[in-house]
């Protein structure tokens, strides 16, 4: 157990390390990257591009700059090239945000993905299995930006009236508008992964109905529920957790970019966003690094939640 | 006379696929009486399985067709609707299957398993008390350390055990009627009959009647009272055990009897084997279903001949033109081989 962890953190510290290395090197080659040139701005002299290099660093060897800025990361002194402001506080700033519409959209998307695909495959081939199979493409096809806008514009303020126009209430601050303002978002961010768990947790399903202990335990006189419940959606389920542990880890991570924008929610993905057509690389390398680190742990709690649901892989 | 269990009369199951209609059990009649043990034996296809899982209603689904009667204890199981036949399953009728690499679930162990039976038919019972029933079954079908293997994944077992542990799962609820499905076909040599011999000692302590289905003559020689050969979805050949095999009457039987290797007798340069392969279920051939392979195959055979007592022993059946002294002069030579070119 112990020697897992200690493993699995060593994995994750190099995970990290060449992620920001690579983060780091995208943007030293990418061009207009120049943070200097950018802070100076458009009519700047030669000068005055020179002092800001000096006084930021930019003129020091690269491992140096990188360095610098990994220590200010785990210090916590990040500033942003463009708005000067601690990226820290920032993303801090953007989290409550981005934690409430992950865990919200994350329970509607399990809770539904799984009573979808359940349905569509116990009645395969029939007409609910079909309407299931019709709707999840539909939604697996739907572009967030354009599902969500429309939800914005049909069911907000501008037509029908039903829920208000975007923005995040804190939870402490009101829980009741918090809750009102995210359930367009939850749902909008939810009807990709529904349609896609859905679909693959009908296939799963339909590839372990067909498993001999399916009908050894329906040969014991098992109610076809009870069947259904224990020895078909028990080991169904397991391949479920990883696509949702790594797709839950993303979203926490700030990756539901577009959700966030569409709503605007100033969440942690916004503020990636911004700083990216900003180029600005502090905030970047945060955000990237944050994200890298819910991945890689979420992975390794997969790898633990594993060997609870499947005894064969359990070192004994 | 011993109660009479199973009474199955004309069973015909079809199913409709879209090649065409299969027929995988195309008219088949036997009965099974307490304390006996019938053997049924055939090829891959020959309507074996399909028969044991219509009898517990596990081929039911909307391409299934069923015709003719199985009767248990005289009700018609064929008619049941699902929830009756749940409470027989696993109860009254129970079964073995062929794989118990995969016929267990990997997630729950093996105790888990059989409690599981247990609970399902007895809802007063504890589950402490069914726990410690499945750790007497399992002592009972001869696994050492019940009291923890109980606790044990199946994983943990080796292939011969956990086909005992599903023997301990099947006998649970001590049902009358116990179908093996060929129990032995996935097992060492050396476990096949240590298998075998557990079902013949567990149904006279159970007192069950057992259908063993096999493709294998050699696995039912010691424990079958009768024998009942399929091929195509039909009984080509039915009688009691010694006949079968002393004096048996079908050309296929004199096949599958000419396949068991044989340590008593000279070795031949290979082992014997039927040329051809199965008819296809949905394009069967006309006349005797075996005709297109049978090396001995003459006009008649173009016309289906009935399942009748043809011989002097009586109940002894078989659907087969020949008469009985050309059958006595074919029967050993093909048997040994020397007319498989023909």
């Not at chain 1, 939800?151 to 037509?159: D, F, N, Q, T």
């Not at chain 1, 790594?246 to 503020?271: H, K, P, R, S």
Request: net charge neutral.
């Amino acid at each position: 157990m112990a020697a897992f962890i200690v493993r699995r953190a060593i994995g994750a510290v190099i995970v990290l390390f060449f992620v920001s290395v690579i983060t780091f090197l995208i943007f030293i080659v990418v061009p207009g990257g120049d943070p200097a040139e950018r802070m100076a701005g458009k009519n700047a002299t030669d000068e005055n591009i020179a002092n800001i290099r000096k006084t930021w660093g930019f003129d020091q060897p690269v491992y140096m700059q990188y360095a610098k800025m990994m220590q200010k990361v785990f210090t916590g002194d990040l500033i942003s090239y463009s708005t000067q402001q601690n990226v820290t506080q920032e993303i801090k700033r953007g989290l409550p945000a981005t934690f409430s519409l992950a865990i919200g959209a994350a329970i509607i998307w399990l809770s539904f993905g799984v009573l979808v695909g359940v349905i569509s495959a116990v009645t395969a081939g029939r007409w609910s299995d079909r309407t299931i199979t019709i709707l999840a493409l539909v939604g697996i096809s739907m572009p967030v930006f354009w599902l969500g806008i429309l939800a914005r514009y049909y069911l907000g303020p501008e037509k029908l009236g039903l829920f208000p126009d975007g923005q995040y209430v804190p939870l402490t601050q009101n829980p009741i508008e918090w809750f009102y303002h995210l359930i367009l978002p939850w749902f909008v961010l939810a009807v990709l992964f529904i349609g896609f768990y859905g679909r693959v947790l009908r296939s799963n399903i339909l590839d372990s109905i067909n498993e001999d202990y399916v009908r050894t335990a329906r040969a014991k006189g098992l109610s076809p529920r009870a069947v259904l419940r224990r020895h078909v959606l028990r080991n169904s389920l397991i391949p479920i957790v990883t696509l949702f542990a790594l797709d839950f880890a993303g979203v926490l991570g700030g990756g539901a970019i577009l959700t966030e924008t569409v709503f605007d929610l100033n969440g942690v993905g916004q503020f990636a966003a911004r700083s990216v057509r900003n180029l600005d690389l502090p905030p970047i390398m945060a955000v990237t690094l944050l994200g890298a680190f819910f991945i890689v742990t979420f992975n390794a709690l997969v790898d633990f939640f594993y060997a609870y649901l499947d005894p064969r892989i359990r070192p004994s | 006379m011993a109660e009479r269990l199973l009474e199955v009369r004309g069973l015909k199951v079809h199913f409709a696929t879209e090649d065409g209609l299969v027929r995988a059990v195309d008219g088949v009649d036997f009965e099974l009486d307490r304390g006996e043990v019938l053997g049924i034996v055939g090829e891959s296809g020959s309507g074996k399985s399909v028969t044991a899982l219509t009898i517990l209603g596990l081929t039911r689904g909307v391409n299934a067709r069923f015709e003719g009667e199985v009767l248990y204890k005289g009700r018609d199981l064929l008619k049941l609707r699902e929830e009756e036949l749940q409470s027989i399953r696993g109860n009254e009728i129970a079964m073995i299957f062929q794989d118990p690499m995969t016929s267990l679930n990997p997630v729950y162990t093996v105790g888990d398993q059989i409690v599981e039976g247990i609970l399902a038919h007895n809802d007063s019972m504890a589950k402490r008390q069914a726990k410690a029933r499945a750790a007497e079954l399992l002592r009972g079908v001869g696994i050492p350390n019940p009291e923890r293997r109980v606790d044990d994944y199946p994983h943990q077992f080796s292939g011969g055990m956990r086909q005992r542990a599903m023997i301990a799962m099947a006998l649970a609820n001590n049902p009358d009627v116990l179908i093996a499905d060929e129990p032995t076909t996935a097992l060492d040599v050396t476990i096949q009959a240590q298998i075998i011999e557990l079902i013949d000692r567990l149904k006279d302590e159970f007192n069950s009647s057992v259908i063993l289905i096999t493709h294998d003559l050699g696995v039912v020689a010691e424990i079958a009272d009768e024998i009942q050969v399929m091929y195509a979805g039909r009984v080509v050949e039915r009688g009691a055990t010694r006949p079968i095999f002393y004096d048996p009457q079908m050309p296929y039987t004199w096949g599958l009897l000419g396949s068991i290797p044989r340590l008593d007798k000279p070795k031949t340069e290979r082992l014997h084997s039927i040329k051809g392969a199965p008819p296809s279920l949905i394009n069967l051939p006309r006349g005797c279903m075996f005709r297109p392979r049978c090396p001995h195959a003459f006009d008649k055979c173009f016309e289906e001949p009935a399942l009748e007592n043809r011989v002097e022993e009586p109940g002894h059946l078989d659907r087969c033109w020949l008469s009985v002294e050309d059958k006595r002069d074919l029967r050993e030579a093909t048997i040994h081989g020397e007319l498989s070119a023909a």
